[in-house]
């Protein structure tokens, strides 16, 4: 099933250089492990904000939400989950 | 899956009763109809609002949309659909 | 009487591991007590949110604040709640 | 139980005089009815507006949707419910 | 004159126990010492939230601002008036 | 009692030009009339906005009220009005 | 250039069903033909919503403008668009 | 003085061909008269959207209403209006 | 030229009460200086809220954020300008 | 291409004068950059924020968002983005 899911990363500025790259870098694996799998197919920046728009191809919510809640910057992130039907005039 | 749905119903109040007389009279039966199939296990009235609050337990967001679009009462209808994941907390 | 709740968490992501666990191990003990005493019936997660959407049942409104005030991450919570009434459509 | 209900009216600025009137007149006379059966006992005008914010205590939601969905002027108004239960603070 | 007031606290989590005791037992006090006098004849708690619906009868804007601002929680709420008039249908 | 109102206009624009020039024409009578009466001591139109920002002084949100539902725009505006008091900086 | 644009659907639910159908079988050719064009490569219903979530790649904001406007559904539909750019973590 | 002007225009979807074209001529006329005079430097499409973002450069709010206000298109239009200021970065 | 400036503070509650006495002094000696100086012709607090509602009278909207961003209390206020045009119907 | 872009600064209020003004000595330069590369053509105050309201003239949404994401002070901004096509009536 798809998912349309919009990610807002609030880190706070003060967050000492080293904890915010080592969150980056594992974010950045973790992102790709998942894309790699087949379940993330979709991934863009939107411009002008640390935030991301994606798509998720998953069995049912309860796996977007495992996979979205052990993301390492899940705990600073605002999370908006979009559920998508097929539309009718998609080829 | 389970899904939230929260229907809210704005029906022109100069429509003529016979024909908000059939509307809901269909809306009702097939309300019914989803529920005996198992598929709209939920169905609460929201106190003082034109508008309810469901849970529909289907397949896919593809058969979510297809119960929702039929619906008699759909084109005066703002839905809105969240995806509900198994709580850990729950029994 | 029902209440539709919906809770947000928003614990500060450097809150230090032991008194996150201890919170929500608290949270989780007294959550399902009150769902053993069949006051709190339903209990999802929102996929994607530390956030989940409950139905209780109640006596009254003094009943649902005791509960939910006294749970361990209220502090941390934002609470939302609705007064449902039966649907005329509902079987 | 009590409620805190907000309502705002909506009357469409070309009704003819003679059914905003009707309209009108059977509101107040519901409205007055009701306030005698001890079931609304606050009732004030939000200053600029055709709206009002009013205590409800009845037995449930039930009884409060039934009250509000049968007033004359409920298909031209927006309501908001809110629970309320006691303060801890009150005399 | 009678005013709305919402107040909404939002004390911090981490507050050491003991200001926020010395702080609530304070407000208490002043809380219940103005409605001995008669200015603050409705105090309800919003149920779900830590957040309370007053009815102030007081000279004016003046008197009400003062009350408000005295009190030991004000500079952790959110406060919202809104003024009420007569409603040509209350008995 | 001082109070600041904001009214927006919104009227059809299909309204007949007969009509709306008489709706004008009245509310211009009436609003200097007010004004005269030294109750409206300060009006100012929204730049580029059908919409004014005003000053009342009158007894109370009763008189106030009286006013404002009497404007012939009153059923074509929306209206929010705020309380104020004197602030202590002001000389 | 990718976008992503949101667009929701407000046809008059009175509108005769000739006159609906024909929109709807215009727009759906042309959204196709947008589609084969490679313009339009992601489409999506939401959920619920007479809306869908899509992602055009055109040359510019000129291009999509053109695009959209065009749409024989454009005077009827709310469109909100978001300039993408890539994302780092993206494979 | 410059001020930012964000225009979103709303015509009825029923409008008769003519009269909106009529309408849009006169728009586009006015507008670029008010353009060669300098007053209006910057004019841009939102993408996406029957709205306009501009860039006014007038004498005072009262010469910027005056103009907005006589656009044949105002009466269709949501108008939002900032005051710019000189920037101290800006070269 | 007049601009209506609403002003909205947010000390932290924790600020140690000296220097938000020092603040608080400072801010209200600017102020009382600038209405001296007929620039700040209106001053009114907003009932129940740290906040005041202002008509500033100057030059431009250079002027007028010069004035605003020099105040003490401008790191902690949240500002909105509306750019005010003279009303047809003001005496 | 043309984006109009939109930054809020939220600058901690008890950040220290020497990082708050090397941070914005740099974001200074840095913008000046940007503007005699002719790529930030227009940069404007919002009078009464800590706010600009700026065009930016680049490649596509990539360049854009490296751009605004270099900027110093980008950890504490909110910025919105909006792509705009050329508008008919520009001359």
């Known amino acids: 099933m798809l998912f349309h899911v919009a990610m807002e990363v609030r880190l706070p500025p003060d967050m000492p250089a080293d904890q915010a790259n080592d969150l980056k870098t594992r974010e950045k694996a973790m992102a790709q492990e998942i894309q790699r799998a087949g379940k993330w197919p979709q991934l863009w920046r939107v411009a002008g904000r640390y ?41």
Do not use: G, Q
Not at 51 to 77: C, G, K, Q, R
């Open 51 to 91: 935030a991301n728009i994606s798509i998720f191809d998953v069995a049912d919510a309860d796996e977007l939400h495992t996979l979205l809640s052990a993301l390492p910057l899940f705990p600073y992130m605002d999370v908006r989950v979009t559920a998508l039907a097929r539309h009718p005039s998609a080829i």
